[in-house]
């Protein structure tokens, strides 16, 4: 069977791998000149930025994903776990968080008398919901409630608070503002505020603090670069330079797909773009999933400004990883999903990761990453990433006391408009949907075009959601998918 990809992100070469393992003849078409979708790179006068994706959380995933194909992580990159897992600036004093657990409790109890053994009942809690949600929830496709409906994972799904917010849940265990903005930090930059965000996600705390966080010697892009090499191995063929126009249909079939003024014949097509992309540019009307409206009424995680600045000197006062948490936390949230603004005084974070690797800065020089999180309702320009980019260089200086303005040798920004015309990007979204109750499981858009029988759909916008590890399971749930409706179509 021949099958045709569109896009080459996590989950794209997750399928790719998944489906030429299925003996499968693959092609993976790129619009872009370099494979890897937001996991791209960008080399600059010797400095190498990550522009896309820099935290490595639930190592797990990666490691079962190599281990499907006989292969390990240390295959194709090392690992190498971060202590501290990242540095927290908050207004009045900063914090490293520690990778060890004992140490970890001493913080909390620092904060609050008592905390440390609230931690392990929160993290045992949140451990069983890492365990059912990564195992029995995110690797369904979610078509049917039917797939949920046995003792069992009924049973599982009640320890998972779908229907608490994972505010109040965390407010059952702690009361210092610190630990609670600590807790709820993932889910604020990569999806919802709090309040609307089931209790489910404490996973996430789980995969911050029990699993570690990480850090691949020479950047992400290095698990792009193993996953495109497995995939070659496993024979898939790539397109670069080869933005798919349109999806052949007939009757309702897929035919095919256009890259380049030319048809390529597909048994499957499977969309690793963006989803709202693939139906409303590349499908006629009667034969897509959702209306434009429906897309409109959909909560998006938010968008990002983003910086890329290399240093002619290295600076000290920050950490591989650097949240700052030093303005106010429920201001910032309701800027970006309730009156969709640009933020007055927003949260940040900085990613220095020369610290850890000298590979990706000339020698004595600094690599550094800037996001600020954004309502995707927005409309960016030079002025205002400019304006925004001194703002938050001013916070830096108040906090370690180096302005680095004057020591900047490279400099370039990514915002709104270039998630548009880099990645086809549904309102310029960096994350895709946010994890809201109405957009779980079989609430998100369907991995399957209910109007075509040949047409799939993978990545952040469909389930498990977004995120890496997500993305790479989404390439194995449709992969695996396709292989059981073959198998069907096969018997009758």
Not at 10 to 34: R, T
Not at 318 to 327: R, W
Not at 458 to 486: C, F, M, N, R, Y
């Amino acid at each position: 069977m021949k099958v045709s990809i569109i896009g080459s992100g996590f989950s794209s070469l997750s399928n790719a791998c998944y489906l030429a393992q299925q003996d499968h003849e693959v092609h993976v078409f790129e619009k872009n000149k370099q494979l890897g979708g937001r996991a791209q790179i960008k080399k600059l006068d010797g400095f190498t930025f990550d522009m896309g994706p820099s935290w490595y959380w639930m190592p797990d995933v990666f490691e079962k994903f190599f281990a499907d194909f006989g292969k390990k992580v240390s295959d194709y990159y090392q690992l190498h776990r971060l202590n501290p897992s990242y540095r927290v600036f908050w207004p009045d004093n900063q914090d490293d968080i520690p990778a060890n657990m004992e140490e970890l409790k001493v913080y909390f109890e620092k904060y609050e008398k008592g905390s440390a053994s609230k931690l392990e009942a929160f993290l045992k809690e949140a451990k069983v919901k890492y365990e059912v949600g990564m195992g029995d929830f995110v690797t369904k496709p979610s078509l049917s409630f039917t797939e949920f409906m046995s003792l069992d994972i009924a049973r599982k799904g009640l320890s998972l608070d779908l229907f608490k917010p994972i505010s109040k849940h965390i407010r059952q265990y702690f009361n210092h503002p610190k630990l609670i903005e600590l807790l709820e930090f993932p889910v604020l930059f990569l999806g919802a505020k709090p309040q609307n965000t089931p209790s489910l996600y404490s996973l996430m705390n789980y995969a911050d603090m029990a699993l570690g966080t990480w850090y691949p010697m020479g950047g992400m892009n290095k698990i792009i670069e193993g996953m495109v090499s497995l995939a070659k191995e496993l024979g898939v063929v790539f397109h670069t330079n080869a933005a798919v126009t349109e999806i052949v249909v007939e009757g309702k079939t897929c035919l095919g797909i256009k890259s380049n003024n030319s048809f390529f014949g597909s048994d499957v097509v499977v969309s690793g773009a963006d989803y709202h992309h693939t139906e409303q540019q590349l499908l006629p009307a009667k034969f897509r999933n959702y209306t434009p409206q429906y897309w409109e009424k959909r909560t998006m995680a938010p968008s990002s400004l983003l910086y890329y600045v290399g240093l002619n000197k290295k600076i000290e006062g920050i950490k591989h990883h650097n949240l700052f948490f030093d303005e106010s936390f429920d201001i910032h949230a309701t800027e970006i999903y309730d009156t969709h603004q640009w933020p007055e005084r927003p949260l940040f974070y900085v990613c220095n990761p020369s610290k850890t690797d000298t590979s990706i800065a000339p020698k004595g020089k600094e690599n550094l990453f800037f996001l600020i999180p954004v309502s995707t309702e927005l409309k960016d320009n030079e002025p205002t990433k400019k304006r925004y980019f001194n703002m938050i260089c001013d916070r830096l200086q108040k906090h370690i006391g180096v302005d680095i303005r004057p020591h900047i040798e490279v400099y370039e920004s990514f915002a709104h408009s270039d998630f548009v015309s880099e990645y086809n990007s549904f309102k310029g979204n960096a994350y895709g949907l946010a994890n809201t109750l109405k957009q779980t499981a079989i609430l998100k858009p369907k991995c399957k075009n209910t109007k075509l029988n040949n047409l799939y759909y993978t990545g952040q916008l469909t389930v498990p959601g977004p995120g890496v590890p997500p993305s790479i399971i989404s390439g194995k749930v449709v992969a695996d998918l396709i292989k059981k409706e073959q198998i069907y179509e096969s018997i009758i």
